[in-house]
């Protein structure tokens, strides 16, 4: 993470190379070494706002919702994300992690939609919440393998975030810290 701060151009390289490491420690230090580097060592609390208004640029929106759609599965699994307010965001966590390049998260939460009304869960909560009813009728445990895959994942999901940065620097620079876009 220190190197980033040095902010030598010999080193960026270095740190992109280190967020591929299997070790999570040294993945998630090179990934904010990298954004410190850029100089976007604020881009979570640029994208992690509760309020955001209609106009927040989507890049922003698709970080916000792979964060909280992690926070969720980890929290109470893939159940709890899609029952909670945060699974009205799917589309775009799926979205995200796709521009992020994630294939092992992506594939589970594709495998996780594809359980929810055919693969099709409502963005409206109340009805998504029914859905998910019918889908646990079938199966109580539909989820458990997902799960249990999702938390034994070799992508870290500190270098998803960042390489989502990485290809959207400019709308994550263009936001005050703290907060989005003015309403």
């Known amino acids: 993470r220190l190197i980033g ?24 230090g090179a990934a904010s070494g990298w954004l410190a580097f850029h100089g976007l060592e604020g881009a979570h609390e640029v994208a992690c ?4 208004p209609a106009s927040t640029p989507v890049p922003l929106k698709q970080y916000y919702a792979i964060h ?11 159940s ?5 307010s945060s699974g009205n965001s799917w589309e775009l966590a799926m979205a995200g992690l796709e521009e992020a390049g ?31 009813a019918k889908a646990l009728k079938k ?19 500190q270098v998803l975030l960042t390489k ?3 290809r959207h620097q400019d709308v994550f620079r263009s936001q005050p810290e703290g907060g989005n876009v003015p309403a």
């Open 102 to 132: 994630s294939t092992e998260r992506l594939g589970l939460l594709k495998e996780a939609i594809a359980l929810i009304a055919g693969g099709k869960p409502s963005p409206d909560r109340e009805t998504r919440g029914n859905q998910l």
């Open 5 to 28: 701060h040095h902010r030598l151009p010999q080193d960026e390289g270095r740190l992109s190379f280190y967020m591929e490491e299997e070790d999570n420690k040294v993945a998630e």
């Open 68 to 78: 909280t759609m992690d926070a969720e599965i980890c929290n109470g699994g893939f």
């Open 49 to 52: 706002v509760w309020d955001a």
């Open 80 to 84: 709890q994300y899609f029952f909670n």
């Open 139 to 157: 199966d109580e445990d539909a989820f458990e393998d997902l799960e249990t895959r999702y938390y034994a994942s070799k992508e870290h999901l």
């Open 164 to 166: 989502l940065v990485m």
